[in-house]
């Protein structure tokens, strides 16, 4: 049961991606079959939009979080005043665009499979979000970490909803550390650190994290101390945070709050079975096929925030750094900073100048 959850949760999250740990031994495993999963989001940012198509592989321990790109499919979206954004096929399963969703328009997807089987989205409007009134932090001296809350006044309109998420960068003197070589005599030695070659960062974030919240109880009014993350007091140094706020409308967040309620699932014995969570995309020509995934579309703000955490009165907790050899000889070549889409960046961050 432990392993289908894990299963399912990561066909429908597999933008989200987390390596998990799984015992392979497992009696009472039960094969899920194969299922496309389409999903995508257009927004408000500059790009790159974004529509990943794959198929789950059928389930084993082998095969435990596996999906498997589709290739060759043609992917457009349309909105409500008929005008056409194609997608470009970039490799393995991912399609992208640079054309911006504007406010007020509604989006459906559309692709058609080489095979020739059409899917269609439910039209999503995308709906205004609501600026950020205050972001804040209170320490948490038992844990040595420190959360990282928001405030945002609701719009009117009823059936808005939100979802959140964050991004750690950090600048990095060493693009690559030292690694342990074997050398022809049979012995070993440590390579030396080397530096980045231009600017670069890595990047850390929750691929896992589903942090949505409704206005069915606030309407109107402000959403308070929402979490948005936890910060480590590993030094004094400040800690940069690129906080996002996504608008969702009542569908979106209906099909977020499923699989945030899957997710969180501890896979006890009194559980109720897990299913596929089938999302707002259809089969045109066979209505009983269940897709997986979802097409939305959402106004997108960005707020750079920097974490002071010289100000605590506390000792923090140090994080062992990782090890650079001691010097020899002639310094060695520098190393480039490879680019790899929310791990590593040589792009600057909003707001990383204060």
């Not at 790009?47 to 499919?73: C, D, E, F, L, M």
Request: net charge negative; glycine share 6%.
């Amino acid at each position: 049961m432990r392993h289908s959850i894990l299963y399912l949760s990561y066909i429908l999250l597999a933008s989200l991606l987390a390596n998990s740990c799984i015992t392979p031994y497992d009696p009472d495993l039960h094969t899920a079959e194969s299922r496309i999963v389409i999903e995508g989001l257009i927004s408000t940012l500059p790009g790159p939009q974004k529509v990943r198509i794959t198929h789950s592989a059928v389930y084993t321990n082998a095969t435990a979080g596996t999906n498997i790109g589709i290739a060759g499919a043609i992917v457009y979206v349309t909105d409500d005043l008929e005008s056409r954004i194609d997608y470009t096929d970039i490799g393995n399963g991912n399609y992208e665009t640079y054309i911006q969703g504007s406010v007020g328009r509604s989006y459906q997807l559309h692709v058609i499979m080489p095979d020739d089987k059409e899917y269609i989205s439910e039209p999503d409007l995308l709906k205004p979000v609501s600026q950020i009134d205050n972001i804040y932090w209170e320490y948490n001296r038992e844990k040595k970490e420190i959360n990282v809350y928001l405030d945002v006044t609701d719009a009117p309109t009823p059936g808005d909803g939100y979802l959140w998420k964050w991004q750690h960068y950090e600048k990095l003197t060493y693009c690559k550390y030292s690694e342990l070589v074997a050398l022809p005599n049979g012995s070993s030695t440590w390579t030396q650190c080397r530096e980045c070659c231009t600017d670069c960062w890595d990047i850390t974030q929750c691929r896992s994290c589903v942090n949505i919240a409704g206005d069915q109880y606030v309407n109107g009014n402000q959403i308070k101390k929402q979490l948005i993350t936890t910060v480590p007091y590993s030094n004094y140094t400040p800690y940069y945070l690129l906080i996002e706020q996504r608008s969702l409308t009542s569908n979106a967040y209906a099909f977020w709050n499923s699989v945030k309620a899957q997710t969180s699932s501890t896979g006890g014995p009194f559980d109720a079975a897990p299913a596929p969570i089938v999302g707002n995309i259809k089969n045109i020509a066979d209505s009983k096929e269940k897709v997986l995934g979802f097409f939305g579309a959402s106004d997108i703000i960005q707020r750079p925030y920097w974490q002071e955490r010289n100000q605590i009165d506390d000792t923090p907790n140090p994080v062992q750094p990782p090890f650079c050899a001691p010097a020899s000889g002639p310094p060695p070549m520098c190393y480039a900073c490879i680019e790899d889409a929310g791990y590593r960046t040589n792009f600057q961050p909003p707001g990383w100048n204060r």
